[in-house]
C-alpha cells in the first residue's frame, strides 16, 4: 500500500471473507474520510496521492479490528448521525440510519413551537442532540447505563447544544416533570433473533441496549407508555422506534393504554419502524 489507489484493493484482498463487497466499500470510504479527510469523489480525485507511513500504519490497524468484526464506529470512535458527529465507543450502542428517520419525523412535526422533550434511553444522545440542534426548547434524556450518560454529555458538548441528562431505570422508577415529547427507542430485539445478527453486532454492542426477552417483547413500551401518560402535557406525543414485527400489537398496547390519533410509519426498506401517539 502506497498511494491513495492501492487502499480499495488492500481493503478487498484482507476482508472480503469477512463483509460483502458493497458494506466493504462503505466502511472504507468511512475511514478515509475519518483519516485522510476525503471524500468519494476526493478519493478518486487523489487517487495519486502517496500515504504517509503513519497513514499505511492506520488502515493497517484499521484492517486488522474489521477482521475482529469491530464496528467501523468504534475503531474511528465516530459515528455521523443526522449530519452531526458522535463520539461512540463499546458500550455504547451506533446511532443507527432507522433512527434518524424518527428524528427527522419528530423535526418536521414539531418545528414551529417551543416544547419540553424527553428522550428515554438516550445511549450516545444521538436523538436528543439532534432534536436539541434543529428545534425549540428544553430537552432532558436518561439512560440507566452511566457510560451513556458520560458520552451524551461529551457529545451534547461536542455539537454545542444544552441537554440535562440524567442516569435512571425506567422500569423501575418514577417519572417526574412534565413534558410535551417524550421519545423512545428502547431495547427492543427479541433474544431468539440473536441467531440471526451479525458478529459485529452480537460481540461488540451492549446487550443491554438491544435485547428483551422473547416472553416480554414490549416491555418498554407498555412501562414507558403508562409513565408517559401521566406526565405528557395534553395533546402531548409519544414517539417510539419499533420492532418491525411488532407493529401492530404496538398499536394495539397504546390504545389499550390510553393514547389516541396513533400513527405508525415504516422506515425506508419499507419496514414497519416508528410510531407516535397523542395523549388527550
Ligand atoms: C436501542 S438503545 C438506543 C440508544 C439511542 N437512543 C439510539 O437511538 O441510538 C436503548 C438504550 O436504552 C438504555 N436502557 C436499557 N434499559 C434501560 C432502562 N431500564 N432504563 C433506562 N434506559 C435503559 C440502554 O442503555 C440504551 O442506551
Redesign the pocket.
Known amino acids: 500500500m502506497k498511494k491513495v489507489s492501492d487502499i480499495l484493493p488492500y481493503f478487498l484482498n484482507e476482508l472480503l471473507d469477512f463483509y460483502d463487497e458493497n458494506e466493504l466499500k462503505s466502511i472504507m470510504y468511512i475511514s478515509i474520510d475519518f483519516h485522510l479527510g476525503l471524500t468519494k469523489s476526493g478519493t478518486i480525485l487523489q487517487s495519486e496521492r502517496i500515504l504517509k507511513d503513519e497513514e499505511i500504519l492506520v488502515f493497517i490497524n484499521i484492517v486488522d479490528r474489521l477482521q475482529k468484526m469491530e464496528p467501523i464506529q468504534y475503531i474511528i470512535s465516530e459515528t455521523k448521525f443526522y449530519g452531526l458527529s458522535f463520539h461512540t465507543m463499546k458500550g455504547i ?1 451506533v ?2 440510519p432507522e ?1 434518524e428517520e424518527l428524528v427527522d419525523w419528530i423535526i418536521k412535526d414539531n418545528k414551529e413551537s417551543e416544547k419540553k422533550y424527553l ?6 444522545g ?2 436528543i442532540i439532534s432534536l436539541a440542534k434543529n428545534l425549540k426548547g428544553m430537552f432532558d434524556a ?4 452511566k457510560k ?1 450518560i458520560r458520552i451524551s454529555e461529551e457529545n451534547s458538548i461536542k455539537n454545542k447544544v444544552n441537554i440535562n441528562l440524567k442516569q ?4 423501575h422508577s418514577e417519572l417526574k416533570g412534565e413534558w410535551d415529547i417524550i421519545v423512545s ?3 427492543y430485539v427479541l433474544r431468539s433473533e440473536k441467531k440471526v445478527m451479525n458478529k459485529n453486532v452480537l460481540n461488540w454492542e ?1 446487550e ?3 435485547f428483551v426477552e422473547d416472553t416480554d417483547p414490549l416491555l418498554f413500551y407498555e412501562e414507558i407508555s403508562k409513565k408517559a401518560l401521566t406526565v405528557l402535557s395534553k395533546n402531548g406525543y409519544l414517539y417510539f422506534e419499533i420492532n418491525e414485527n411488532f407493529g401492530n400489537e404496538t398499536i394495539k398496547l397504546l390504545e389499550e393504554i390510553g393514547f389516541v390519533n396513533i400513527e405508525l410509519k415504516k422506515d425506508i426498506n419499507g419496514k414497519d419502524r416508528m410510531i407516535k401517539a397523542m395523549c388527550k
Do not use: E, H, V, Y
Not at 428522550?119 to 450516545?124: K, L, V, Y
Not at 436518561?142 to 447505563?145: A, H
Not at 435512571?168 to 422500569?171: A, F, P, R, V
Open positions: 450502542l446511532p443507527r433512527t428522550d428515554i434511553g438516550t445511549g450516545s444521538c436523538i436518561i439512560d440507566i447505563s451513556s435512571k431505570d425506567i422500569l427507542n428502547p431495547p451492549p443491554t441496549a438491544l
